[in-house]
């Protein structure tokens, strides 16, 4: 798959790079999380920045995962309803795909919105 090609001028790319031991190249357990986006945007000033905003807040939720047990478990939990058989309403993931979408607002889209 060339990744290259699906992206957009305008996407937010959340990157995660393991990191891996130098004794033995396996994944160390660590990752490294970044906002990746493209300087040919053309969004304005204030939409590049709501957006920038809500991707790093997604980026944070990874600390808080791991330090805040209670939201960790809903997460989890809230992750793995589709293996008690239930749709679930904001996660949508294609069969042979690594691309999850998430759908916000129930999943609908307003009039005025496109992919």
């Known amino acids: 798959m060339d ?3 699906k992206i957009d001028k305008n996407d937010f790319i959340i990157r995660v790079r393991p990191n891996k031991s130098k004794s033995n190249g396996a994944w160390s357990g660590s990752a490294d999380i970044v ?14 920045s709501e957006l920038m905003q809500f991707s790093k807040m997604m980026c944070a939720s990874v ?4 330090e805040v047990e209670t939201f ?7 992750l793995n309803r589709s293996n008690d058989e239930q ?3 904001f996660i949508d993931k ?4 690594n691309i999850i979408h998430l ?7 307003s009039d005025d919105e496109t992919d």
């Open 3 to 5: 990744i290259a090609n």
């Open 35 to 48: 906002v990746i986006t493209s300087e040919d945007n053309n969004l304005p000033d204030n939409e590049w």
């Open 63 to 66: 600390p808080i995962i791991e």
């Open 72 to 78: 960790r478990n809903l997460l989890h939990d809230y």
């Open 87 to 89: 749709q679930d309403l």
């Open 94 to 97: 294609e069969q042979d795909s």
């Open 103 to 109: 759908k916000f607002m129930n999943g609908n889209k």
